[in-house]
């Protein structure tokens, strides 16, 4: 699964995700080709040869088109695909150039199935009937309870926040709580397409652990 980067603060799980599905849904990824057996590609990638390729994107893309790296293989994330498709042919364009090869992906982001979705190249059958059965997979209908702990001061805020989150994704939503003196063991049972549900658990272990450190951080604070 390609997942988005978690949520770094309480209380924004539903909405940082929400966001970021209408901006960044188109992603190029560049990676060495097995014959690119000279590295050409790693030295573009890191500037180390001109014309370098962020220097390249920079150049022809729109401003809002993000650029980064892993190494040796480089990644660009816009808004449509008229703007990640200016930054593939300029990709191509100096690869050409300078006689690199590497293996040239585009990606869609898909919200029903939370994860990125390759458009180019063409796909195979094979890869199409893939796909096809990752999508039924993701609309069947499931029912799974979650088991999540808060602390007493967020306690609250915890649930109505994945509350709010469940219903933003259109699921069933029950809660069920076992209060302790310090902190609660919170059972969310959630019902909707498997999907939805697995997005849903995502979110719950992340706002989780955002709430632990707001926890923390208040009851250190010498106020």
């Given at each position: 699964?390609?997942?988005?980067?978690?949520?770094?603060?309480?209380?924004?799980?539903?909405?940082?995700?929400?966001?970021?599905?209408?901006?960044?849904?188109?992603?190029?990824?560049?990676?060495?080709?097995?014959?690119?057996?000279?590295?050409?590609?790693?030295?573009?990638?890191?500037?180390?040869?001109?014309?370098?390729?962020?220097?390249?994107?920079?150049?022809?893309?729109?401003?809002?088109?993000?650029?980064?790296?892993?190494?040796?293989?480089?990644?660009?994330?816009?808004?449509?695909?008229?703007?990640?498709?200016?930054?593939?042919?300029?990709?191509?364009?100096?690869?050409?150039?300078?006689?690199?090869?590497?293996?040239?992906?585009?990606?869609?982001?898909?919200?029903?199935?939370?994860?990125?979705?390759?458009?180019?190249?063409?796909?195979?059958?094979?890869?199409?009937?893939?796909?096809?059965?990752?999508?039924?997979?993701?609309?069947?209908?499931e029912t799974r309870t979650i088991v999540g702990r808060a602390g007493v001061e967020v306690r609250r805020e915890f649930v109505e926040t994945m509350q709010r989150w469940a219903g933003e994704l259109g699921l069933e939503f029950s809660v069920a709580e076992n209060p302790h003196l310090l902190e609660s063991q919170v059972a969310f049972t959630v019902q909707g397409p498997?999907?939805?549900?697995?997005?849903?658990?995502?979110?719950?272990?992340?706002?989780?652990?955002?709430?632990?450190?707001?926890?923390?951080?208040?009851?250190?604070?010498?106020?």
């Amino acid at each position: 699964m390609g997942a988005r980067p978690p949520p770094l603060a309480a209380g924004h799980y539903a909405r940082h995700m929400a966001a970021d599905e209408d901006e960044k849904d188109w992603r190029l990824r560049v990676a060495p080709a097995a014959q690119d057996s000279g590295g050409v590609l790693h030295r573009l990638v890191r500037g180390v040869r001109r014309p370098d390729l962020a220097g390249e994107i920079s150049r022809i893309a729109p401003h809002d088109v993000v650029v980064t790296h892993d190494g040796s293989v480089l990644f660009a994330y816009a808004g449509d695909e008229g703007a990640i498709t200016l930054v593939r042919e300029a990709v191509e364009g100096v690869l050409a150039n300078e006689s690199g090869s590497a293996d040239v992906t585009v990606s869609h982001w898909d919200v029903e199935l939370d994860d990125w979705l390759r458009v180019y190249p063409e796909l195979t059958e094979q890869e199409r009937a893939s796909q096809d059965e990752m999508r039924r997979t993701a609309e069947e209908i499931e029912t799974r309870t979650i088991v999540g702990r808060a602390g007493v001061e967020v306690r609250r805020e915890f649930v109505e926040t994945m509350q709010r989150w469940a219903g933003e994704l259109g699921l069933e939503f029950s809660v069920a709580e076992n209060p302790h003196l310090l902190e609660s063991q919170v059972a969310f049972t959630v019902q909707g397409p498997r999907g939805k549900v697995a997005e849903f658990a995502r979110g719950l272990d992340a706002e989780g652990r955002a709430m632990i450190r707001t926890e923390t951080t208040v009851m250190l604070s010498p106020l």
